[in-house]
């Protein structure tokens, strides 16, 4: 799954570079993938509490896209199965106004993750270069700005022991059409369909331009960002559990170091 990180040396063109539609990192068939993504949530639960235990580590999972792209179905399909204890997931809404009267890291510093944890979130800090972009909500001079920030904040989770792994779930306009379709027709959809949606999706082109320049802004070693392709929800789910399970394992996390003194503890313990 390589292939979808971005390589902070280059640029991308995100329409010419990546295809939403396509699933060419599996070789099998979409039931085997489903059987991978099985077999990865197990691989991470028994990660999360080799993290959990050492109590050194820190991650960091930040996810961003369009609406319907599936930020909230990843999250459900990624980490079921995983101890509920070991995640802790922050979403980011439109600001509160106390929340806007702070600069626009005060309301995420505080969900970042401790030692031992996993934070993700459900958009972030970069709807600050998103929607704050594309909806003329700050002049480009003070949002231009952010990306700097961005990076710094960043680069100092990562200098203090914060793995940062940055996903775009990448649908396209037709994709999105379809999933707002199912919202609009199926009863038990409806709930998840926001009006709001339309008049976001008539800023495809203004919004694919906001995500390209904030990923190639802040694609950093410390903090890569990965392309996901995400019109097959499935492919979308394996390959985002496949970085997440190879990065923990390159961790190289240890359990803490043994109980001494064993003898006497099963002794006291037979005695008792
Ligand atoms: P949802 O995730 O669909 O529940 O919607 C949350 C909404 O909050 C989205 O429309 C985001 O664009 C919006 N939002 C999140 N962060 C900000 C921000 N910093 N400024 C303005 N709107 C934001
Ligand atoms: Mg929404």
């Known amino acids: 799954m390589k292939k979808y990180l971005v390589d902070h040396k280059k640029k991308i063109d995100l329409l010419k570079d990546y295809n939403p539609d396509e699933y060419g990192g599996w070789k099998g068939k979409k039931d085997e993938g489903v059987k991978r993504l099985e077999k990865l949530r197990r ?13 050194k ?16 179905s990843t999250i459900r399909n990624v980490f079921e199965g995983v101890n509920p204890q070991g995640v802790k997931v922050a979403s980011f809404k439109v600001p509160t106004p106390i929340e806007a ?25 970069y709807e600050q270069v998103l929607v704050v972009r594309v909806h003329n909500l700050e002049p480009e001079k003070v949002w231009r700005k952010h990306y700097k920030q961005i990076n710094d904040f960043e680069r100092m989770l990562a200098e ?12 396209d306009l037709d994709e999105q059409k379809q999933r707002l379709l ?11 369909f926001s009006p709001g949606d339309l008049p976001e999706r008539k800023l495809w082109p203004e919004y ?17 960002w990965y392309v996901v392709p995400a019109n097959h929800n499935w ?16 961790l190289d996390m240890k359990y803490p170091q043994a109980v001494e003194n064993v003898t006497q503890y099963r002794k006291e313990l037979d005695g008792s």
């Open 43 to 55: 691989e991470l639960d028994q990660l999360q509490e080799l993290l959990y235990a050492e109590h």
């Open 57 to 72: 580590q820190k991650i960091l999972i930040v996810l961003q896209a369009m609406d319907t792209a599936g930020k909230d």
């Open 101 to 125: 009267d702070h600069d626009f890291l005060w309301r995420v510093h505080p969900h970042a993750p401790g030692k031992g944890e996993i934070a993700v979130f459900n958009r972030s800090h």
């Open 160 to 171: 203090t022991g914060t793995t940062i792994l940055k996903f775009f779930l990448h649908i």
């Open 182 to 192: 199912e919202r609009i027709e199926i009863p038990e959809k409806q709930w998840k």
């Open 208 to 224: 694919m331009k906001a995500f390209e320049e904030a990923i190639n802004e802040t694609s950093k070693p410390w903090a890569p």
């Open 235 to 250: 492919y979308r789910n394996l390959v985002v559990a496949s970085v997440i399970v190879d990065t923990l394992k390159k």
